[in-house]
């Protein structure tokens, strides 16, 4: 499974890491993660450290695993938790909807409403959702452009991560296709 979503990742244009079998070494890939997808348990070992270490840096992440009975810590539960049976489609998803930002701490304590911290994320996510380079660099631009003329009416409270998300898949289904070209 691991191999299959690293191709499937990968082909859309993604920079994969791995898959690793240890806790060490997913460990030497934490700062260089731009969003994760952990099986649970690693050889015995559990990944919450890595789940920590990815939500202190704001960085989306789903548990995924073939065990039920795990519990995952409250202050994780924020994430998605997918079975193994999950399609592709299904990660993709819950890497990269919005809900999948949230973390339950507020964005100033993250530094998610920094603009420039979430590029490199929004330039993933359109990657992710187009396949093509250029044509996932104007969909951040167009995201961007639209968020400005819409910056008045962001709705209080809401990050900005989930505010520029929703935009970019908005963008996405209405006029991605013509992006390619």
């Not at 507020?106 to 044509?135: C, H, N, Q, W, Y």
């Not at 951040?140 to 998300?165: M, Y």
Request: proline share 4%.
């Amino acid at each position: 499974m691991a191999d299959d979503l690293a191709k499937f990742f990968g082909d859309m244009g993604a920079v994969i890491l791995g898959p690793v079998a240890t806790v060490e070494q997913a460990e030497r890939h934490t700062q260089a993660a731009e969003a994760a997808i952990l099986d649970i348990d690693l050889k015995g070992r559990r990944v919450f450290p890595i789940a920590d270490e990815l939500m202190r840096r704001n960085v989306p992440f789903v548990f995924f695993s073939g065990y039920r009975d795990i519990a995952i810590p409250e202050h994780l539960r924020h994430a998605s938790s997918l079975s193994k049976s999950a399609t592709r489609t299904t990660v993709f998803d819950a890497l990269f909807t919005p809900q999948s930002y949230r973390s339950g701490a507020r964005p100033e304590e993250t530094g998610s409403e920094d603009i420039f911290a979430l590029l490199p994320k929004l330039r993933l996510a359109a990657r992710l959702l187009l396949g093509d380079v250029s044509a996932s660099d104007r969909l951040v631009e167009r995201t961007l452009e639209r968020a400005l003329v819409e910056v008045e009416t962001k709705p209080t409270g809401q990050a900005t991560a989930d505010w520029l998300s929703g935009i970019m898949a908005e963008i996405a289904r209405s006029c991605g296709s013509s992006l390619l070209h």
